[in-house]
C-alpha cells in the first residue's frame, strides 16, 4: 500500500465545500454569539445555521459509510473539522456530539439499537442533538475507580423491563438539549449492578425528569451548550443497555478515541489562524523601526518554529484520525498522542504568535487573543491530559510486550 499525503480529488471538493459553508455562515454568527451575555441565548443563536448544517448534508457526513452515514476515512473527519474550527469551534463541537454519544452504539449495538439510536442524526432536517453523559460535577476523572473512592455516582436500577436512572451529570454538550427537556439521545455512562454500563436515554424518556441546575458560562468556545442537570427517575427499556452489564468503563474510553483525535485537528485550526494573524500583522508592522518586523530574525524564528509545529500536528492528527476510522490497534496511542501533543501544542503556539504582535494583541479587539481562550479548552476537555489521557498513556506504556515501534508500523 502506498501512502500518499496529497489530497484526492473528492477531498479538494470536501474541504471547498465544508471551508465555503464555515466562512460563509460562522464569522457573522460567531460575531453575535461573542456579543451576547447570557449563555442559553448565546447556543440558541446557533439554532438557524445547526438546521442549515443539516439540510446540508453535513450532520450524515458525520455518521460512518456502514450505518448509513457518509462518513468514509479519518483524513475527511480531520478536513471538516479543520475548516470548520477555524471559524467556529464552538459550532463544531455542539454539532459533533454524536461522534462520542453514537461510538459505543456503533461498537456493540444490536442491529435493533443501530436502527433506533442512529436514525434521528441520518435525518436532512431539524437540529437533533446527542450527548456523551460521562462526566459528573463531583468528578469524572476517576470514574471507575475501586471502593473507597467514591467513583462515578449516577446509578441506573432494574425495576422489571425497565431501568430507573438517577444522578447528576456535567459539561457535555446538548445535555440539556435545545430547550431543557434534553437532546435527541443521551449516552449515560452510570454504575448498575454489575459495574459500570452505558444505557440510552431517548427525548421522550428524558423529558420530564430532567432539571438543568445551571448553564456553563465559558471561558472560550462562547456557542457551546454545556451544563449541569439532574436525573431523576428516568425509565428507559432494559433493551436500551449498550453491550454487556460492567462493560462500561472500556466503552467509555473507546468512545472518546475519534473525538480525542480530533482535538490534534481543533488545535490546528487555532494555531493556524493564529498563524495567519500575526504573519500579517508581522509582514505590514514597523513598530516604529526601519523595517517590517518579520525581517528582525527573533520575530522570524517563532513563526518558523511554530508553522513546523503547526505542520506536525496536522499529520499527526491525519493519522489518528484514520486510524481510528481504519479501527487499527494503533488508534488508541496515536488519538492519545493527538490529543495530548495536539492541545498542548496548541497553547504553546498561540501564546508564541501573541508574544510576537506584543501589546496590540491584548486589546480586546485585536483578534488573536480569542484563539488562545479556544486553544486553553483542548488540554481539558475530552479527558483532560492530566486526570485521564496520560494516565491512559502510562496504561499502555505499562503493557507487558509494549512494542514502541508498532503503532507507525516500524516494528
Ligand atoms: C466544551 C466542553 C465540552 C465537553 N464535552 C463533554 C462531553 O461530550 N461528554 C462529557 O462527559 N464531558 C464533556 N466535557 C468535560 C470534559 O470531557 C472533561 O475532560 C472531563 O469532565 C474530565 O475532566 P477532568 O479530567 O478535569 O476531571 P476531574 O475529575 O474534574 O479532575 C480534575 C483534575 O484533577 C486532577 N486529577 C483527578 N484525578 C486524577 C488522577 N487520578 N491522576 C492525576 N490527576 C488527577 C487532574 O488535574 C484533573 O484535571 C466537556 C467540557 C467542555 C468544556
Redesign the pocket.
Known amino acids: 500500500m502506498t501512502v500518499s499525503f496529497t489530497l484526492t480529488p473528492e477531498q479538494e471538493q470536501l474541504k471547498q465545500a465544508v471551508r465555503g459553508f464555515a466562512r460563509s455562515e460562522f464569522p457573522g454568527l460567531m460575531a453575535r454569539v461573542r456579543a451576547e451575555a447570557d449563555p442559553k441565548a448565546r447556543a440558541d443563536l446557533l439554532r438557524p445555521t445547526f438546521e442549515k448544517a443539516v439540510a446540508a448534508g453535513f450532520l450524515r457526513g458525520l455518521i460512518p459509510v456502514p450505518f448509513g452515514g457518509a462518513a468514509s476515512s479519518g483524513i475527511d473527519a480531520a478536513i471538516f473539522v479543520e475548516e470548520w474550527a477555524a471559524e467556529s469551534p464552538d459550532f463544531t ?1 455542539s454539532f459533533a ?1 454524536p461522534l ?1 454519544a453514537l461510538a459505543p452504539v456503533y461498537e456493540v449495538g444490536t442491529p435493533e439499537q443501530i436502527q433506533r439510536f442512529v436514525a434521528p442524526f441520518l435525518a436532512d432536517a431539524g437540529a437533533p442533538v446527542a ?5 459528573e460535577p463531583e ?4 470514574f471507575d475507580a475501586p471502593p473507597p473512592a467514591a467513583g462515578l455516582l449516577t446509578t441506573a436500577v432494574p425495576d422489571g423491563d425497565e431501568w430507573v436512572i438517577n444522578g447528576r ?5 446538548h445535555l440539556s438539549g435545545w430547550d431543557g427537556d434534553g437532546p435527541d439521545l443521551m449516552t449515560i455512562v452510570c454504575r448498575t449492578p454489575s459495574g459500570i454500563s452505558l444505557i440510552v436515554a431517548e427525548r421522550a424518556q428524558l423529558a420530564g425528569h430532567l432539571e438543568v441546575e445551571e448553564y ?1 458560562d ?1 471561558h472560550g ?1 462562547k456557542g ?1 451548550l ?1 451544563t449541569r442537570v439532574k436525573l431523576t427517575d428516568v425509565r428507559v427499556p432494559k433493551a436500551n443497555l449498550l453491550g454487556s452489564e460492567g462493560d462500561g468503563a472500556r466503552l467509555t474510553r473507546n468512545a472518546f478515541f475519534a473525538s480525542g483525535a480530533s482535538i490534534g485537528s481543533f488545535a490546528v485550526a487555532a494555531m493556524r489562524q493564529a498563524w495567519d494573524i500575526a504573519y500579517r500583522f508581522a509582514v505590514a508592522e514597523k513598530r516604529g523601526g526601519a523595517v517590517p518586523i518579520i525581517e528582525h530574525q527573533a520575530v522570524s524564528d517563532v513563526l518558523a518554529d511554530t508553522k513546523g509545529k503547526i505542520e506536525a500536528v496536522r499529520l499527526l492528527s491525519w493519522r489518528a484520525l484514520d486510524a481510528v476510522l481504519a479501527q487499527d490497534p494503533a488508534a488508541p496511542e496515536l488519538a492519545l498522542h493527538a490529543k495530548v501533543f495536539g492541545s498542548e501544542t496548541g497553547v504553546s503556539v498561540v501564546n508564541d504568535l501573541v508574544k510576537i504582535v506584543g501589546v496590540t494583541a491584548y486589546d480586546e479587539r485585536f483578534p488573536i487573543l480569542r484563539y488562545l481562550a479556544d486553544a486553553l ?1 483542548y488540554p ?5 491530559n ?3 489521557r496520560r ?1 491512559q498513556l502510562h496504561g499502555l506504556f505499562a503493557t507487558e510486550g509494549y512494542d514502541p515501534l508498532a503503532v507507525s508500523g516500524m516494528s
Open positions: 463541537i456530539g462520542i450527548a456523551m453523559a460521562y462526566s468528578g469524572s476523572a476517576n451529570k456535567a459539561w457535555a454538550s456553563y465559558l468556545l457551546c454545556t479548552a481539558i476537555i475530552e479527558g483532560s492530566t486526570g485521564v494516565r
